[in-house]
């Protein structure tokens, strides 16, 4: 069973940078890999997605510019976010799944970290 650890979140004020780590178990290559997010009674999105092994990445439009997802070494990311706001609260779940899963959908992945809250005051 693949297990995802998950590192980083927290409290910041707006405007802060917070960044998060993921580095799952497994010496299988996890195509797709990166960070969800669910706010309190929103549905879980995707935030950012990095696709190797050509690194390609995804961003929701909502924090583009803002937030860098890396491949750090192999099945290990990080999402650095910077200029947070208040709507960038929420619970963070590192995400993986053995093959290429675009756009990314929460239904699709298999692989489920537990989750880090994160939270911006203004």
């Known amino acids: 069973q693949v297990q995802l650890a998950e590192s980083g979140g927290g409290s910041v004020q707006a405007g802060g940078s917070l960044r998060l780590s993921c580095a799952a178990s497994t010496g299988t290559t996890l195509r797709s890999m990166g960070w969800f997010r669910q706010a309190p009674g929103q549905e879980r999105e995707g935030v950012a997605i990095?696709?190797?092994?050509?690194?390609?990445t995804y961003y929701a439009d909502s924090v583009k510019g803002r937030f860098t997802i890396s491949e750090d070494t192999k099945n290990t990311v990080s999402l650095l976010m910077t200029n947070l706001t208040p709507e960038d609260t929420g619970m963070y779940y590192c995400?993986?799944?053995?093959?290429?899963?675009?756009?990314?959908?929460?239904?699709?992945?298999?692989?489920w970290g537990q989750g880090t809250q994160v939270i911006v005051s203004s």
């Open positions: 995400a993986a799944d053995r093959w290429l899963k675009y756009p990314p959908s929460p239904t699709d992945f298999e692989y």
């Open positions: 990095v696709y190797v092994p050509n690194d390609v």
